[in-house]
């Protein structure tokens, strides 16, 4: 594993990120400053298999910054939707449009409506599930 000291996001930008403490914490406009950068520019040359992401609400605009690792290497995904109502929706389109041919599913982690996952899983050329 390698540790990438960045905030992802769509491109290369400081971000005000507001530590709440909780479950609340988020890129907004005040807080700490911090550096992003896109996982496409990060990660250039290096083979990516599985990506997850529980990054408060930014996985949306973080998700555009892999785009081009996710149409090219299709790795396994794992990504919150339940920071905002709309990711619910808008994530899932989003992963089918980068890569038509995921398999796509939600699960839901805790009783209340925290923790829902949707997950993407490319078929192997032999059909199968990777």
Known sequence: YE?????MWCKAAHLLFSNMG????????????????????????KKV??????????????????????????????ICI???????????????EMVPEYKIYIRQHSDTAAETVVYAVAPDRSGCEL
């Open 82 to 96: 339940y920071h905002e109502y709309s990711h619910l929706y808008q994530i899932p389109l989003m992963l089918r």
């Open 22 to 45: 909780s479950g609340t914490s988020r890129v907004g406009e005040d807080g700490i400053l911090v550096n992003a950068d896109s996982i496409d520019h990060q990660m250039q040359g």
């Open 49 to 78: 298999t599985f990506l997850k992401m529980d990054i408060e609400g930014a996985e949306i605009e973080a998700l555009k910054g892999a785009e081009n690792l996710i149409r090219t290497q299709k790795p396994k995904l794992a």
């Open 3 to 7: 540790m990438i000291p960045y905030a």
